[in-house]
């Protein structure tokens, strides 16, 4: 529970150091590290294939996708942010996250919950006997991407 | 195979840049607007048939062998579905002579007919991950389509639209979480089973509120209705018909609807919760509608009011309440669907959507002066159109439940209504023919005649109201009107 | 519940609220979508976290794997926009995405 605690200490850390890091290459290399160490999250908790999708597809391909824009928007670091959210915004954070741990403490064993009945089969099953619709909303999904990107990218005749 | 409503339209979209590389227009066109009759016939004559003995559940079988997907068409969905695809079907046959100058057309079709299926699988799922999966599904496709003329402010109104949309999934899916965390399920009978069982207040509490204000955020109830004036006004006019006619009422009021009184179950506190939010609704976005000169913007904001109608019937509780807002969701369907569409011939010929600059058009363009005038009356409630009737049950409810300050508040905001609506008319249609538009010639065919075809619908729903009421809405009523037991007692798989 | 899960539910909260609060203030574009990613990371350990304390690992599994494919759409998306953005304005600053009054 220590490593798991001290994990998750690093994704929050990583993942506010993507917000507040003035280089946007930066920021999507501190996201990338934070879903990494999410991964690693994950395979603790006993989910070997959300950790790799995590790892593997957050931390790899949504960051290549990141940087890819980053490259072609080269003016992106001329972008000053203000200077007033540069301050006050970690002070709101630190302010919430003592009210969120006090919230949490205060609601330990308060939430009631049903007694689970123990999963059966292994993930395959799982995902493709039991979750089945949610593979044609994923092609969907997929579809739409592609599409959209398609559509925005295309080629224009003349411009409006 | 009521799966076809969710296959038959992702096919075809798969296909179509295929189709198109072939056939730019022709093609594409027929096929989109093919499978959208289909759709429309199979779940308006289908349909019915289909649950004349009560819910039916389906079990989807591929190649003989019995996949894991089980789909419910009840009352609800049904209603739904119908008013998906007739909404649906009118924009597509706009689009065919108002897309031409965007280019794409193959790809338009494509990402609409995916939207379409998204909509059409969130209303058929049956357990919460689904709603919010298809909900992405038709949120990631309309994002495209605002941006698809790539102008400045298409790509503007659909960053932010997207922006708050992600968070409003975020909220949707935390909502989820708890529920899961609670039940250990997810489909719809087993957690209101299940939380029958559990004495659960304040943690069903929490999961509401934070469906109240992701569903409510899709559907753009005041106070989380700030990303739709600009969304769709800046929308290609088909979109923003489907946008305001339909998608903000699947994935906002039909999700909450859902799940709030079929899953949850409608308590005190939910409804006047609702009620309120349905009524601040109605009359900050009435006001904001005065002022606006952008005609789709004043459009825009008209939505948001009715759609806190739609949320003041539903959250009465009342089944004449619940039959009341279903009703005018369908009629504002129409309604508003027709209105965006001819403000798209507006724009089309005009080039503007300034109401300042128009006038007089109804010389020039008097089809669709018509077709205008009678959604706008429609929408106004003006008697015998449709809208007359849902609000006037609307407002009978609230009576009769004993909550004279709502109905109150809804007749005087119907008289708002009417006047920026009157005042849209005169300035766009009546009054002297501004000199600029002295060539403007009517909208192309198809654009004319899916807005004749809806104000058709508008006029005949209004006479016929009472056999339309009796044959979809009050199905659809009763389901919800049931509560829990609709889905505890009739959906046992 | 158990008590660790409430322990998760603290982190993925930190996350979300710390993705609101950089979508409130930030104003590079790409900022904003990595502030909605994050978001993404607080809900997805939100899912997984619950899913873990109940026992049902494997369909938290299934519905963080979908969430996912979800997110890469919705990024491919925004980021395509991005683009597009900043073709018409060569800035990514949402500043001057201030034309609609909203």
New interface residues.
């Given amino acids: ?1 220590i490593v798991q ?1 001290a994990l ?2 690093g ?2 850390l990583f ?2 150091l ?2 507040a890091l003035r280089d ?1 290459l930066r ?2 290399i501190s ?1 990338a590290a ?2 990494l160490l ?1 991964g690693i ?2 395979f603790k ?3 070997p ?2 950790g790799v ?2 790892i593997s ?2 931390a790899g ?2 960051t290549v ?2 940087i ?3 490259a ?2 080269k ?2 670091d ?5 200077r007033l ?1 540069n301050w ?2 970690p002070l ?2 630190v302010a ?2 003592a009210v ?2 006090l919230v ?2 205060s ?3 308060k ?1 009631p ?1 049903l007694a ?1 009945a ?2 059966s ?3 395959g099953e ?2 493709w006997k ?2 089945t619709f ?1 593979l044609v ?2 092609i969907a ?2 579809l ?2 592609v599409f ?2 398609l559509a ?2 295309r080629k224009r005749e003349k411009h409006d | 195979m009521i799966i076809l409503f969710v296959a038959l339209p992702l096919v075809v979209a798969a296909v179509l840049p295929l189709v198109g590389k072939v056939s730019r227009r022709v093609l594409p066109d027929l096929l989109a607007n093919a499978t959208l009759v289909f759709l429309l016939v199979y779940a308006a004559v289908t349909g019915r048939a289909l649950i004349a003995g009560g819910p039916l559940l389906q079990q989807v079988t591929w190649l003989g062998e019995a996949v894991n997907i089980r789909l419910a068409l009840d009352g609800f969905s049904l209603f739904m579905l119908v008013a998906v695809s007739l909404v649906g079907l009118a924009a597509s046959l706009f689009a065919i002579d108002y897309m031409e100058h965007y280019g794409g057309k193959a790809n338009y079709h494509a990402l609409y007919l995916i939207m379409i299926a998204g909509m059409n699988g969130l209303v058929l799922v049956n357990d919460l ?1 689904g709603v919010y ?1 298809f909900l ?1 599904v038709a949120a ?1 496709a309309s ?2 389509l605002v ?1 698809f003329g ?1 102008g ?2 298409e ?6 639209y ?2 708050l949309s ?2 409003a999934s ?1 909220f949707v ?2 909502g ?3 529920i ?2 609670m039940t ?1 399920s ?1 489909d719809f009978r087993a957690v209101a089973a299940a939380l029958r069982e559990i004495d659960a207040g304040a943690a069903v509490a929490i999961a509401s509120a934070l469906f109240l204000m992701g569903f409510g955020l899709k559907a753009a109830l005041v106070p989380f209705h ?2 739709l ?2 969304a769709h006004p ?1 929308a290609p006019a088909p979109i923003s018909a489907v946008l305001s006619g339909l998608l903000i009422k699947v994935s906002g009021v039909y999700a909450m609807t859902r799940i709030f009184l079929n899953v949850f179950g409608l308590t005190p506190a939910l409804s006047a919760v609702l009620m309120v939010l349905g009524a601040v609704s109605i009359v900050v976005a009435a006001f904001l509608a005065l002022g606006q000169k952008d005609m789709k913007r004043m459009l825009a904001y008209s939505s948001i009011s009715q759609v806190g109608y739609v949320v003041l019937g539903i959250g009465l509780g009342t089944p004449l309440g619940i039959a009341g807002g279903l009703f005018h969701l369908f009629n504002h369907a129409l309604a508003k669907g027709l209105l965006f569409l001819t403000s798209g011939s507006v724009q089309h010929a005009t080039g503007t959507r300034d109401l300042d600059e128009m006038g007089g058009l109804a010389k020039r363009m008097p089809v669709t002066a018509a077709a205008n005038l009678v959604g706008a009356l429609s929408i106004a409630g003006v008697p015998p159109l449709n809208g007359f009737w849902s609000k006037l049950i609307i407002i009978i409810a609230l009576v009769q439940a004993g909550e004279p300050v709502f109905a109150v508040i809804a007749v005087l905001a119907s008289v708002l209504t009417l006047w920026y609506y009157l005042l849209m008319q005169r300035k766009a249609f009546f009054g002297p023919l501004n000199e600029k538009w002295a060539a403007v010639k009517e909208a192309p065919f198809w654009m004319t005649a899916s807005t004749v075809l809806l104000a058709l619908l508008c006029l005949g729903i209004g006479i016929l109201f009472a056999s339309t009421v009796a044959t979809w809405v009050q199905p659809a009523a009763d389901v919800l009107a049931d509560g829990v037991q609709a889905v505890t007692g009739s959906w046992g798989f | ?1 158990t ?9 993925a ?11 409130l ?62 073709r ?6 949402v500043r001057n ?1 201030a ?4």
């Fill in positions: 529970m605690t998750l200490i994704v929050v993942s506010v993507a917000i946007v920021s999507a996201l934070a879903s999410l999250v994950f908790m006993n989910a294939y959300a999708f995590e597809v957050v391909l949504i996708l990141f890819l824009t980053i072609l928007t003016a992106g001329e972008v000053r942010e203000s959210v006050v915004f709101v954070f919430f996250v969120d741990a949490m403490k609601l330990l064993g939430v919950a689970a123990a999963e089969g292994t993930f799982v995902l039991g979750r949610d909303g994923q999904v997929i739409a991407g959209a990107v925005l990218f | 991950f999966l992405e990631i994002y495209a941006a790539l400045h402010d790509l503007e109104a659909a960053f932010k997207l922006a992600a968070v975020a899916l935390a989820i979480a708890v899961f965390g250990g997810l700030a990303w004036p600009d800046s | 519940m008590n660790t899960w409430y322990l998760y539910v603290f982190f909260a930190a996350l979300v609220f710390a993705g609101l609060l950089g979508l203030g930030k104003r590079n574009l790409i900022k904003l979508l990595i502030a909605i990613e994050v978001i993404g990371k607080g809900v997805s350990l939100l899912l997984l976290s619950t899913g873990f304390a109940k026992g049902h690992i494997l369909t938290a599994q299934a519905l963080v794997i979908t969430f996912i494919v979800v997110e890469v759409s919705l990024i491919a998306t925004a980021l395509a926009l991005i683009i597009n953005v900043y018409h304005t060569k800035s990514l600053d995405l034309k609609l009054k909203g």
